[in-house]
């Protein structure tokens, strides 16, 4: 994306961006000490204290058993029954510990990415006095032409995936509390990251001036007529339905040669000499739907599919939100709405940016709760290092990439709802990236039954 200069936006403008990153700071930081630190530490409490009833009862059957008070098979017996209840019930508090801890991690780090993308955009763009954003004021500042954003963004890319795994080792290292991450770890791609964030804040210079005039029009076949971003979004669109299609047709050649626990289970396959069963996600998100534990109870989790089909109706709702946001911005007179609706949305101005807050709310809880049903699947044994786990996480964390970026997107599109505002004169904006997030939508339609249901 590349747009006229932003000379003709005043620094005032531009350090409202610092505003919204303290409010965006702030509310991480409370979410974070309120999730993350008061309601884990009353969890871990009670994690120990089950751990503690847990090896009472684990030495009590064990004393029994050696005593040959009861015989080891012998499930019906009431030391047998505190063993296994006390084994479950620390299970049990261990995820109930991870939700909230993984939660506000997840908060706080979303809320610090946003507020560097609003720090350094707001103070990168007032560096310069106003009296030289008047100097070099002019028609052109408002007209979309070549940009090196993309450029500079490409390379932040780069670095960042050079240094992603270790980057994960450490981020995972800091968030469960292991001395396996460190910060130097997370080096390189924090330093791709600032460099993203660099080319990201070009392209809100470049951008936020823009009032609809001086589109650039496409001139050749297929798209000639067309606006050459809206022809630009198209094609890389496409290159993404490339990328998931060779998430899924892997997916789909793995799935059909592996015998799953309901497949079994049903007589659907069976199992040759030497084979185990294979456990997908969805047989650890099913209730009883996974491996047997040391009591020959199935290990599985409806709570750990809950955040999924969470995600599911966010990701929709969103989808539905920023297409409110593109109808205000091309009304040409906003009615205000009725009822408690209408103090919500008192204006247009107010409108569109409310409807792209909640869009960025829904699509910030996705990120939050794909990390805590991670953590619980860690948890659960469904790690990374088999073919089935390798798969999902990768397939899975791709598409919560792609969201992350939308979001990073949206957060600039409130923040010029708010200042310079949207209209049906400039509207394309929220409509060309409106086409991406209805295409991440539809992704996780499709991601959801055929990894979590299936």
């Not at 009353?42 to 089950?50: G, N, P, R, S």
């Not at 067309?226 to 997916?251: C, D, N, P």
């Not at 599109?413 to 200042?419: C, E, G, L, P, S």
């Not at 997030?437 to 249901?453: C, Q």
């Amino acid at each position: 994306m590349g747009g006229g200069g932003g000379s003709d936006v005043k620094n005032a403008v531009w350090m409202r961006a610092l505003i919204m990153a303290g409010m965006i700071l702030g509310f991480a930081v409370v979410s974070y000490v309120g999730l993350g630190v008061v309601v884990a530490d009353m969890k871990h409490h009670t994690w120990e204290d089950e751990e503690d009833k847990y090896d009472k009862a684990k030495k009590a059957y064990n004393s029994a058993i050696k005593d040959e008070t009861i015989q080891s098979d012998d499930k019906d017996s009431s030391e047998f029954i505190a063993y296994a209840t006390a084994y479950n019930d620390k299970t049990d508090a261990h995820l109930s510990y991870l939700t909230y801890r993984v939660a506000g991690l997840a908060i706080l780090f979303v809320g610090i990415i946003f507020t560097a993308f609003l720090v350094i955009s707001g103070i990168l763009n007032s560096s310069r006095p106003d009296e030289h954003h008047d100097e070099h004021h002019g028609h052109d500042d408002h007209e979309h032409h070549g940009s090196a954003s993309p450029i500079i963004f490409s390379l932040g890319c780069l670095l960042f995936l050079l240094g992603f795994p270790e980057f994960a080792d450490g981020l995972h290292g800091l968030m469960m509390g292991s001395t396996k991450g460190t910060i130097g770890d997370l080096s390189v791609s924090m330093i791709g990251l600032v460099v993203v964030t660099v080319g990201i804040a070009n392209w809100w210079r470049e951008d936020l001036p823009f009032n609809g005039y001086g589109e650039q029009l496409a001139t050749s076949d297929p798209f000639a007529g067309q606006h050459i971003r809206k022809a630009g979004i198209w094609v890389f669109l496409m290159s993404e339905v490339m990328v998931f299609a060779t998430f899924f047709s892997s997916y789909l050649r793995m799935r059909t040669e592996w015998c799953t626990k309901w497949a079994l289970d049903d007589g659907k396959c069976s199992l040759e000499s030497g084979e185990s069963v294979v456990l997908t996600a969805s047989d650890y998100l099913r209730p009883s739907g996974a491996k047997l534990d040391k009591f020959g109870e199935s290990v599985g989790d409806f709570w750990t599919m809950l955040p999924g089909a969470v995600n599911t109706f966010a990701l929709i709702i969103s989808s539905y939100t920023i297409v409110l946001a593109l109808k205000v911005a091309k009304s040409h007179d906003y009615k205000v709405p009725s009822g408690p609706l209408g103090r919500l949305m008192p204006t247009k101005k107010a409108a569109i940016r409310n409807y792209l807050i909640i869009t960025l709310a829904l699509g910030t809880m996705f990120i939050v709760l794909k990390l805590v049903e991670w953590s619980h699947l860690i948890a659960e044994g469904f790690t990374v290092g088999t073919e089935q786990g390798s798969i999902f996480y990768v397939a899975t964390g791709a598409h919560g990439v792609h969201v992350f970026a939308g979001l990073l997107v949206m957060l600039y599109m409130i923040f010029k709802a708010d200042t310079v505002e949207w209209d049906e004169e400039n509207a394309q904006g929220i409509e060309y990236f409106g086409l991406y997030w209805h295409f991440v939508d539809l992704a996780w339609v499709v991601i959801f039954p055929a990894f979590y249901l299936y």
